[in-house]
């Protein structure tokens, strides 16, 4: 028995491969799908099912497209909608694998088709836990991403969460494995773990939602406390998740398209498009074509590109250093942006050595600022709950997640000083800010990690907010 996490830290999510005596699974594929047809290949086997964990709403799953080309059967759990052929499963309903079996445990809350699934080794003896966005290490997936057709609260779902987790996962065996389908940084949960496997018993112990600290009023409370809004472009992926999309092999032939300089320039006066520029940040500071926006490979892309641009039906042009135009290509139709038109061919490079007008951001160093703090406009575009931990007092707080809407009370005539935790987000800050208009930005060079190196005697341990 084979079972393999392939862990994708841009969208800190979970697919999961298994394999048994010629035959195998794929459980929440992403969109790509070559890597689970190869490990099938590879040992001889026959990939005999894909498992749906729900209808997923911060990428583009890879079911479809990997049943097309393999021929396996789709399963989701009960309540599941799709308009294409699968098999939706009955609770506890069982399934073989060679000689492993796995079977289906509807735990409705996340969504009311989340579905668990139960792998028992050849021995009959439970092993492991699927968990999807059901249960992850040290939280439960949110309840207010549920199609809105489904007609119900978040309250209610978070009730029915509850009653999932505690009936139907608590008294499983301790000693099974816990592989839940996101990890921290994931916009489907509040509070979860770095790590991407637990012990049922540990998570008995560490997660408020199965060691009984708190009752179904309180869960509820807890859960649909303070919860950030979602990203604008999960109800698209759930859409096409649910109802189908173009296979990934059709979007890379037609995006994947050198453009001369003056095609390129051509393409930016279309309406609905934007250049996006994935270079990394401390190239991109340097020198970018004007209007463009900043969103680096190096960093979370796939999901900050769904918070920024927020439309999967924009068209993208890109910018990219050598070599990188089809992986920005790929982890962009993992989110469900299809329509890139192609890449400026020779890159900036072309763009800036052709005499074309090009702008930049000026940065400054931690020790630098700490000369001139208290005299200049400082934002701090960390989450709330980061500033927990330390910020600067005389920098407000405007999160890059509420950037467009708070941004314009600023004053875009004044010079703006910027930072966040290292450098990436600050840069995509100021990207959006020169795209509106704003003459004057600074990026804070290392963000708040380097200025906390520097001893401001402004920093304080608790957040004001």
């Not at 290490?137 to 309250?155: F, H, M, N, Y």
């Not at 900043?294 to 890109?318: C, M, Q, R, Y």
Request: charged residues 25%; glycine residues 8%.
């Amino acid at each position: 028995m084979i079972v393999k996490q392939i862990y994708t830290g841009c969208l800190f999510q979970g697919a999961y491969y298994i394999e048994s005596n010629g035959e195998a699974a794929v459980i929440d594929p992403l969109r790509e799908v070559s890597q689970y047809i190869e490990l099938a290949e590879s040992s001889n086997s026959k990939i005999k099912y894909i498992f749906e964990t729900h209808f997923h709403a911060d990428f583009i799953s890879g079911h479809l497209t990997l049943s097309r080309k393999t021929r396996a059967p789709i399963i989701f759990g009960p309540n599941a909608k799709p308009e294409f052929e699968c098999i939706i499963a009955k609770d506890n309903e069982e399934f073989r694998i060679g000689k492993i079996t796995i079977t289906a445990i509807h735990t409705p809350g996340h969504t009311l088709e989340s579905t668990c699934y139960l792998l028992k080794d050849e021995n009959k003896k439970e092993y492991c836990l699927f968990t999807g966005d059901t249960l992850f290490l040290g939280d439960v997936g949110r309840p207010d991403l549920a199609q809105k057709s489904q007609k119900i609260t978040k309250e209610e779902l978070a009730g029915i969460l509850f009653d999932s987790v505690n009936n139907k996962i608590k008294y499983l065996p301790e000693h099974i494995l816990i592989y839940p389908a996101h990890g921290a940084g994931s916009a489907c949960g509040k509070n979860m773990m770095k790590e991407t496997v637990d012990t049922l018993a540990n998570q008995k112990i560490i997660n408020y939602a199965l060691n009984g600290s708190l009752n179904k009023e309180d869960f509820i409370k807890e859960l649909t406390h303070d919860l950030p809004n979602p990203p604008v472009y999960f109800p698209s992926n759930v859409k096409l998740n649910q109802e189908g999309y173009l296979d990934f092999d059709k979007v890379l032939e037609k995006s994947l398209k050198e453009l001369s300089l003056d095609k390129f320039k051509m393409l930016m006066q279309n309406d609905n498009t934007v250049v996006l520029d994935v270079r990394n940040q401390n190239l991109f500071k340097q020198g970018f074509v004007p209007g463009s926006i900043f969103i680096g490979l190096n960093g979370s892309f796939a999901p900050w590109v769904g918070s920024v641009i927020k439309e999967i039906d924009t068209k993208i042009l890109l910018i990219s250093e050598k070599d990188k135009e089809q992986e920005a290509i790929i982890r962009l139709s993992r989110v469900g942006f299809d329509n890139c038109l192609g890449f400026l061919d020779g890159g900036f490079d072309v763009w800036k050595n052709s005499d074309n007008q090009f702008d930049s951001v000026d940065s400054i160093s931690a020790k630098d600022l700490n000369k001139i703090i208290g005299s200049i406009s400082l934002i701090d575009v960390r989450k709330n709950g980061e500033r927990n931990n330390g910020y600067l007092n005389e920098s407000i707080n405007i999160p890059l997640d509420d950037f467009t809407d708070d941004v314009l009370e600023i004053d875009k005539m004044d010079k703006h000083f910027i930072h966040c935790a290292g450098g990436y987000r600050s840069m995509i800050a100021a990207s959006l800010l020169k795209r509106n208009g704003f003459k004057s930005i600074v990026d804070v060079s290392g963000g708040f990690a380097a200025i906390r190196k520097e001893n401001f005697n402004i920093l304080e341990k608790t957040c004001i907010n």
